[in-house]
T-cell receptor, first 114, second 111 residues
């Protein structure tokens, strides 16, 4: 049981390049999330998917797109990377029920845009 | 006003001390409360989970929720150097799909 996995762990991009961050979970959760974490800013929600086939914007969606490929996988795409997107990106998943509502996080992707 | 407020610290304590970490919130709809521990260059790890009000204990860790004051706490007894990390509080309501996080408190336990 791996929980939430993310690839790659590290990435360096030049301004204008594109890339896709991959996330998968094996806990059979319906909901998946993408956050970015910057010093002093905490975790900020980029996009989330409440269930397979749906996606919604979070607090900071500009410059990003997402795809909920199936129940297990949720990818984040940067179409034209900018230095402001230098950050650590975390994927998370959750089963939202009346009884349980906690999130589980992946190990993160450390992205630098030069 | 942010939904969740958390003192960023840093907090530095000697080994064996009792540590108290706190968050306040403004949304009375929050029913689910979590504490995460995040080691440097790692992902947040779920430490404690509480539904609604009350206390929950797990080993050296105790989570408290006071909904009347909109205040949650995490207590660490007999703190160890391995407890040195950033602690994040998080909360969620019955409706909606989002979670709201504090910015984290950095804790160092000195041997």
């Amino acid at each position: 049981n791996a929980g939430v996995t993310q690839t790659p762990k590290f990435q360096v991009l030049k301004t204008g390049q594109s890339m896709t961050l991959q996330c998968a979970q094996d806990m059979n959760h319906n909901s998946m999330y993408w956050y970015r974490q910057d010093p002093g800013m905490g975790l900020r929600l980029i996009y989330y998917s409440a269930s397979e086939g749906t996606t919604d914007k979070g607090e900071v969606p500009n410059g990003y797109n997402v795809s909920r490929l199936n129940k297990r996988e949720f990818s984040l795409r940067l179409e034209s990377a900018a230095p402001s997107q230098t950050s650590v990106y975390f994927c998370a998943s959750s089963e939202l029920t009346a009884a349980r509502r906690e999130q589980y996080f992946g190990p993160g992707t450390r992205l630098t845009v030069t | 006003q942010k939904e969740v407020e958390q003192d960023p610290g840093p907090l530095s304590v000697p080994e064996g001390a009792i540590v108290s970490l706190n968050c306040t919130y403004s949304n009375s709809a929050f029913q689910y409360f979590m504490w995460y521990r995040q080691y440097s260059r790692k992902g947040p790890e779920l430490l404690m989970y509480t539904y609604s009000s009350g206390n929950k204990e797990d080993g050296r860790f105790t989570a408290q929720v006071d909904k009347s004051s909109k205040y949650i706490s995490l207590f660490i007894r007999d703190s160890q150097p391995s407890d040195s990390a950033t602690y994040l509080c998080a909360m969620s309501a019955n409706t909606g799909n989002q979670f709201y996080f504090g910015t984290g408190t950095s804790l160092t336990v000195i041997p």
